[in-house]
């Protein structure tokens, strides 16, 4: 029975692995990443013959190596991850909890058909069958909640495939095993149904949610995007009629100049000539760049800096078309600005002052801000980028940004030097990729 049992587990830990393969963001290349699941895999294969050939009697060693194995495991998750958060334990402890429901497939069906091998190829096909439905339904939803890095962490998410693995334990194992008390194999079999449909609901449920942000985000940019077109469409109107006006008075204007010519009055003439200079300055409408959506964005932030008192040294060469989807380009240059914004507005005068530089032409795309910061900066171990002092994490503007970099694999990285913080983004393109 141990051999049945051995070759069994050795089943189920292939499917373990290649359940974290499959279902956790890698953070090393695939080859490293198989080798690590393939080292793992020798291991606990190794630690299951110490349990159930070398001491099968021995209860503590059961006890003791069974931990051990269990923190293996989830060790390997946090190890192959990406993310090294609370998403990623939630998808290491799942994994643990989808192969334990296949694993005791084994011992049921061996109860019922008496054959070893019948009972082990039942249960590979269990597992495969588990397997491809999880790659087919919630690997991507699965992918995705894992990589919302920058959100709250939610360990209470964690409880859930916790209680599932050790009601599996408690009914399958201790303190009777299901060859001793088969009665129990009902409640297993609703068990597995229940976790699967609560796992389907918990990540459905979060994607909606990431999905629901983004809406409002976007209906935020749009908001701001067509406000700043009202307020653009308002200050042309009310240029033009100035420079209507100062178009018909231009004559008086004019017969004013030839008089103060007959009189020599230079000091008079350059007087109204800084006047008439004064009056077109006034309502030039600034174009800060060719494109419209992000001049819109960039005439609104600046007209936000102008009012804070905030001196901006801005340099924008974006043309009318870009390679890369405006609205969303637009949100993170929103962002950089009002984040260098908040951070030296409460400066003394002199010191408020900012620098960004906006590139993107057809081959690559730049964006950087400057300015100085006084209070220490909380920085993310993981990604070197600022956190947010009350939530501990990044805010929404970081978030967006750090989101927009990685789709169009972009480098996103800051620099602190000599009271200046810098933030940098950096992408280079092949040709024009989709807008969206």
């Known amino acids: 029975m141990n051999y049945f049992t051995a070759i069994s587990y050795t089943i189920s830990h292939i499917f373990l692995l290649l359940f974290m393969y499959l279902l956790i963001l890698h953070r090393y290349s695939k080859i490293i990443t198989g080798l690590i699941c393939l080292s793992v895999f020798l291991a606990l294969n190794i630690l299951d013959g110490f349990k159930l050939i070398g001491f099968p009697n021995s209860g503590l060693c059961y006890v003791v190596v069974t931990i051990l194995q269990i923190l293996i495991t989830q060790s ?41 091998v019948l009972s082990l190829a039942g249960s590979a096909a269990i597992h495969v069958t588990i397997l491809m ?107 033009e009629r100035n420079l209507k006006i100062l178009h018909h008075d231009i004559r008086h204007y004019t017969r004013m100049i030839d008089s103060l010519l007959e009189q020599e009055n230079y000091e008079k003439i350059k007087e109204v000539n800084e006047h008439i200079s004064h009056i077109a300055d006034e309502n030039k409408v600034e174009r800060y760049c060719h494109n419209l959506i992000v001049n819109t ?37 929103a962002n ?57 994490n990044h805010g929404m503007g970081m978030q967006s940004i750090q989101a927009f970099s990685e789709k169009i694999r972009g480098t996103l990285g800051c620099c602190i030097d000599d009271g200046i913080f810098q933030m940098m983004l950096y992408a280079k393109f092949g040709g024009f990729p989709q807008g969206d």
């Not at 964005?297 to 405006?326: G, H």
């Not at 300015?371 to 980028?385: C, H, I, K, R, S």
């Open 76 to 116: 390997t998750a946090i190890l192959i991850s990406k993310r090294r958060n609370s998403q990623t334990m939630f998808v290491g402890l799942s994994a643990s909890s989808y192969v334990i429901a296949g694993s005791i497939s084994a011992a049921i069906l061996k109860i019922y058909t008496g054959s070893s």
């Open 133 to 239: 439905i999880l790659v087919v339904r919630i690997r991507t939803t699965c992918l995705k909640f894992q990589d919302r890095s920058n959100e709250k962490e939610c360990w209470e998410l964690c409880l859930i495939p916790v209680f599932f693995y050790c009601s599996f334990s408690f009914l399958a194992f201790f303190p009777k095993t299901l060859y001793e008390y088969p009665d129990n194999i009902p409640g297993i079999l609703f068990t597995a149904i229940t976790m699967f449909v609560s796992y389907l609901a918990v990540l459905h449920y979060l994607d909606s949610e990431t999905k629901r942000n983004a809406i409002y985000w976007e209906n935020m940019l749009q908001k701001s995007y067509i406000q700043g077109l009202e307020s653009r469409h308002y200050l042309v109107e009310q240029a």
């Open 297 to 333: 964005i960039l005439s609104e932030m600046m007209d936000k800096a102008r009012s804070l008192a905030v001196q901006v040294a801005l340099e924008a060469r974006v043309p009318k078309e870009i390679p890369v989807n405006e609205y969303e380009f637009t949100l993170v240059i």
């Open 336 to 392: 950089l600005f009002e984040n260098a914004l908040q951070c030296v507005q409460e400066f003394d005068k002199e010191k408020r002052y900012l620098e960004m530089k906006i590139q993107c032409q057809e081959g690559y795309l730049f964006v950087q801000t400057r300015n100085p910061y006084q209070e220490e900066l909380l920085l993310d171990p993981d990604t070197g980028l600022p956190k947010s002092k009350k939530s501990g």
